[in-house]
Antibody
Framework: QVQLQESGPGLVQPSQTLSLTCTVS??????????WSWIRQRPGRGLEWFGY???????HYNPSLKSRVTVSRDTSKNQFSLKLSTVTVADTAVYFC?????????????WGQGTMVTVSS | DIQMTQSPSSLSASVGDRVTITCRAS??????LNWYQQKAGKAPNLLIY???SLQSGVPSRFSGSGSGTDFTLTISSLQLEDFATYYC?????????FGQGTKVEIK
């Protein structure tokens, strides 16, 4: 059974870069019909998709965030990562990593537990 | 981006009630519509994909229907563990977008 676990700082200063890592167990991020996504949920608000990295290493980003977002991977560690640059208080949120079933009827079928990131000085 | 609009934003219901939540897309998404359940402090959990396909392990009291732009999630007989927030999501085109959520509360 695939499991995902986010890790990273819980506090980031404004204008800095937020960096999070997702460690995947029970399956390889470089095989199968899957992409690997980042999604956030700001306090009291809905869900916002950042983008994904495919099993072949291709990336695809939300245009509204594209200029600030980088998703990358380390296949030797079976991890993928999110970098969000120039953060503001509006980037305070719970950040989830997730598995995106990428063949046919696409859906997000496995989620990490989420990690809270606060942007504050 | 495709906008997803859910209604109602919240509802109160009793155990055993039949509950219906609707989701409307700003353009046709064929049947690329998924439903998630989120409990407080937890990650969302996939309930239904491709409008009406039940995810493995999800109770059969959950069902989905619709096509094009209008979709429905139905809980046939509400159970205590179903009190949560429900989100629809389109997977027709990126960026994936979600509805704003429907909170199901105990009456």
């Amino acid at each position: 059974q695939v499991q995902l676990q986010e890790s990273g700082p819980g506090l980031v200063q404004p204008s800095q870069t937020l960096s999070l890592t997702c460690t995947v167990s029970g399956g390889s991020i470089s095989s199968g019909d899957y992409s690997w996504s980042w999604i956030r949920q700001r306090p009291g608000r809905g869900l916002e998709w950042f983008g994904y990295i495919s099993s072949s290493g291709n990336t695809h980003y939300n245009p509204s965030l594209k200029s600030r977002v980088t998703v990358s991977r380390d296949t030797s560690k079976n991890q993928f990562s999110l970098k969000l640059s120039t953060v503001t208080v509006a980037d305070t949120a719970v950040y989830f990593c997730a598995r995106d079933y990428a063949s046919g009827w696409r859906r997000i079928d496995v989620w990490g537990q989420g990690t809270m990131v606060t942007v504050s000085s | 981006d495709i906008q997803m609009t859910q209604s109602p934003s919240s509802l109160s219901a009793s155990v055993g009630d039949r509950v219906t939540i609707t989701c409307r897309a700003s353009q046709t998404i064929n049947s690329y519509l998924n439903w998630y359940q989120q409990k407080a402090g937890k990650a969302p959990n996939l309930l239904i994909y491709a409008t009406s396909s039940l995810q493995s392990g999800v109770p059969s009291r959950f069902s989905g229907s619709g096509s094009g732009t209008d979709f429905t999630l139905t809980i046939s007989s509400l159970q205590l563990e179903d009190f949560a927030t429900y989100y629809c999501q389109q997977s027709y085109s990126t960026p994936w977008t979600f509805g704003q959520g429907t909170k199901v509360e105990i009456k």
